[in-house]
């Protein structure tokens, strides 16, 4: 997905990411947070709204901490999980990332967003899936009381390389839905 935040809106949240786990289809907006004299990033406030779908998808509390800047671009990791009652504690539908050290508005122009999901549960063999009270179906396959783990595609993709433009980034036919681009408009 490529899309667009403005910079100088500072009250609406823009969509900066879309996708389906489990099921559920989900976007992600953000908010910037710019410094007193509006040359910095700040913070970048994130709110996770799910549209469809039968789980409740979150963010990781540890989200806030998953950025890096480099080569004009920021990337934020999403920790998303399903909040299935054992991690309530830990899922959260909206945080503010404080950037530890504010980006001038002048060295960023993309933020790029990418994900990480998180299984549900936290059984070690797929047969012990028989006793959890939810199904990890973006993790395994079940046809009765054979259960088997996915070879899931997250593991081949590229993941973005702030150093290569066309490493696991987004806008091209190659595209794949764990990324999205996000060009600052600052005018």
Known sequence: MVASIEVKNQTDFQIVYASQLYGTFFAVGAKLELSKDKKKIEKIHLALNNYKGLYNIGMHKDTKNCCSHKNKKALITLNL???????????????????TKHIPLTQIEELIFTRVVRSITSVELPEEHLDET????????????????????????PTPDL????????????????????????K
């Not at 999980?81 to 950037?99: A, C, E, F, P, Y």
């Not at 079940?142 to 259960?147: A, E």
């Open 81 to 99: 999980m399903v909040d299935n009652g054992k991690n309530t504690d830990k899922i959260v539908r909206s945080l503010s990332i404080h950037m």
């Open 163 to 186: 150093d290569d433009d066309k490493k696991g980034l987004v806008g091209d036919r190659d595209t794949n839905c764990m990324n999205s681009r996000v060009k600052l408009i600052k």
């Open 134 to 157: 939810i199904f990890d179906s973006e993790f395994y396959v079940r046809n009765g009381k054979y259960i088997a783990a996915i070879d899931r595609l997250d593991s081949y993709l």
